[in-house]
C-alpha cells in the first residue's frame, strides 16, 4: 500500500504500520486475527516477492514490505494471543504490541544468528525468512520479559 515508499527507514515504517494494523485487528476482531494475519501475509509474501524480484539485480528492494509485515505479527502474536485470553484489550497492555515492534526491528536490523544466515541467501527466500526468524526471536523474548516483570519484578 505504499508504506515501502517512506523514508528513511521504509522497512521501520513497514513494520509500524503492520503494528498498527495488528492493533486494529485485536480491537475490532480479536487477537486471533493477527496469527491468522501472519499466515496469509507469509504465503502472499512468498509468492509476491519471488515474483517483484524476477529479473531484479536487486535481490532485497526497501520499498518491499511484506516480509516486515509477516514478521511483525509474527511477533505480535506472542503477546496478543495471552492478553486476548485474559480479556486485555492490547491498548490497556501497551508493552504488548510496544515490546514486539522494538524487538523485532532490533533482530532485523542486528541479523543474529539465523536471521543473518537467512539473509545472506540472497533470494525470495531469503527475504521472507530473515523477517519470520526476527519475528519468532521478538516473540520468545516479548514472552520471556513479560514473564520477568509479572513473575518477578512486579511481586
Known amino acids: 500500500f505504499g508504506v515501502g515508499l517512506l523514508r528513511p527507514a521504509p522497512g521501520t515504517w513497514g513494520s509500524a504500520a503492520a503494528v498498527a494494523l495488528g492493533v486494529l485487528f485485536c480491537e475490532l476482531g480479536g487477537a486471533w486475527l493477527v496469527p491468522v494475519g501472519t499466515v496469509l501475509a507469509t504465503l ?3 509468492w509476491a516477492v519471488a515474483r517483484a ?3 531484479l539485480a536487486d535481490k532485497d528492494p526497501s520499498e518491499i514490505v511484506i516480509d516486515e509485515v509477516a514478521g511483525q ?3 505480535m502474536s506472542f503477546t496478543v494471543i495471552p492478553l486476548w485470553w485474559h480479556g486485555v484489550s ?3 497492555a501497551w508493552p504488548g504490541f510496544v ?4 524487538l523485532f526491528r532490533l533482530f532485523d536490523i542486528w541479523k543474529p544468528w ?3 544466515r537467512a539473509d545472506r541467501r540472497g533470494d525470495a527466500v531469503g527475504v521472507m525468512l530473515d523477517d519470520l526468524w ?3 526471536f ?4 516479548s514472552v520471556l520479559l513479560a514473564g520477568l516483570y509479572h513473575g518477578v519484578l512486579a511481586q
Not at 99 to 102: K, T
Open 138 to 141: 521478538a516473540g520468545v523474548v
Open 134 to 136: 526476527a519475528g519468532l
Open 73 to 75: 505479527w509474527l511477533a
Open 90 to 92: 492490547i491498548l490497556a
Open 44 to 46: 502472499l509474501g512468498f
Open 53 to 55: 524480484f524476477a529479473g
Open 99 to 102: 515490546a514486539p515492534f522494538l
Open 114 to 116: 539465523l536471521v543473518g
